[in-house]
C-alpha cells in the first residue's frame, strides 16, 4: 500500500539559512500534519491543513510557515534556521471521510543546521 | 496542555517472554492510539482505540482503553527481536483539534535473543 512521502530525506544547512520540506500524503487523504522530533523526545505537533486550509496549529515558530497544495501535498518552509532548528520532521495524513484520527507518518526528513 | 504519562521509561527482556506498558492522564479521553518508532523512521500505527473497555488484538499485541478513560496498556506476548524500538502512546488533543495528537514520553524496548 501507498505510504507518505517526503522529501529530501536528510538535509544539510547553516544557520540562517532556508529550507524547504515536502510532503506527499497517501492517495485520497486529505489531511496533514507536520511534527517535530528531537532527540530523544516524543513527536511535537507543528501544524495541520485540511482541504488546503490550516486546521490546527502547534508550537509551530513564527520562522515557519507550510501550505497544502490542490493536489493536497504540503511544504514546510524554515527560514533564519537556528541550531536548535536541528530535529527529525515527520509528516502524517489522514483522511476526514474516513477516520481522521488514525494518522500514517512518513519516514520523516533528518534536517542538521550547522 | 494534556499529560501522557508512559511507563515504563525503557525496559530490558529476554526474547520469548511478555511485555506490559502503560499509558496514563490526568484526562479523560475518547481515543487511545499506540505507535512503534524504530531509529531514525517514522512511527508505525499499531493499534487504535475508541472505546472505554475496549480490547483490541493486532498479531502479537493486545492493547485495552481503561474503563476510567484515563489509562491504556500495550502487551506483546512472546517477544522477538525485531520489537525493539519505542512504543509511544497517543491521543487526540481536546477542543476543537480535529486530529491533532499528543505523545507519551515513549517507552524504550529492548530484545536480547
Known amino acids: 500500500a501507498a505510504g507518505v512521502i517526503q522529501s529530501p530525506r536528510h538535509l544539510i544547512k547553516e544557520k540562517r539559512e532556508t529550507a524547504t520540506l515536502k510532503c506527499y500524503p497517501i492517495p485520497r487523504h486529505d489531511t496533514v500534519y507536520w511534527y517535530q522530533q528531537g532527540p530523544g523526545q516524543d513527536p511535537q505537533f507543528l501544524i495541520s491543513?485540511?482541504?488546503?486550509?490550516?486546521?490546527d496549529k502547534g508550537s509551530i515558530p513564527d520562522r515557519f510557515s507550510a501550505q497544502q497544495f490542490s493536489d493536497y501535498h504540503s511544504e514546510l518552509n524554515m527560514s533564519s534556521l537556528e541550531l536548535g532548528d536541528s530535529a527529525l520532521y515527520f509528516c502524517?495524513?489522514?483522511?476526514?471521510?474516513?477516520?481522521?484520527?488514525?494518522?500514517?507518518f512518513g519516514p520523516g526528513t533528518r534536517l542538521t543546521v550547522t | 496542555g494534556q499529560q501522557l504519562n508512559q511507563s515504563p521509561q525503557s525496559m530490558f527482556i529476554q526474547e520469548g517472554e511478555d511485555v506490559s506498558m502503560n499509558c496514563t492522564s490526568s484526562?479523560?479521553?475518547?481515543?487511545w492510539l499506540w505507535y512503534k518508532q524504530d531509529p531514525g523512521e517514522g512511527p508505525v500505527l499499531l493499534i487504535a482505540l475508541y472505546k472505554a473497555g475496549e480490547l483490541t488484538s493486532n498479531g502479537r499485541l493486545t492493547a485495552q482503553f481503561g474503563i476510567t478513560r484515563k489509562d491504556s496498556f500495550l502487551n506483546i506476548s512472546a517477544s522477538i527481536p525485531s520489537d525493539v524500538g519505542i512504543y509511544f502512546c497517543?491521543?487526540?488533543?481536546?477542543?476543537?483539534?480535529?486530529?491533532?495528537?499528543?505523545f507519551g514520553q515513549g517507552t524504550i524496548l529492548t530484545v536480547h535473543p
Open positions: 484526562s479523560i479521553f475518547n481515543t
Open positions: 497517543a491521543e487526540k488533543a481536546g477542543g476543537t483539534s480535529y486530529g491533532k495528537l499528543t
Open positions: 502524517a495524513s489522514s483522511s476526514r471521510s474516513v477516520n481522521v484520527l488514525e494518522q500514517y
Open positions: 491543513f485540511y482541504e488546503k486550509m490550516q486546521s
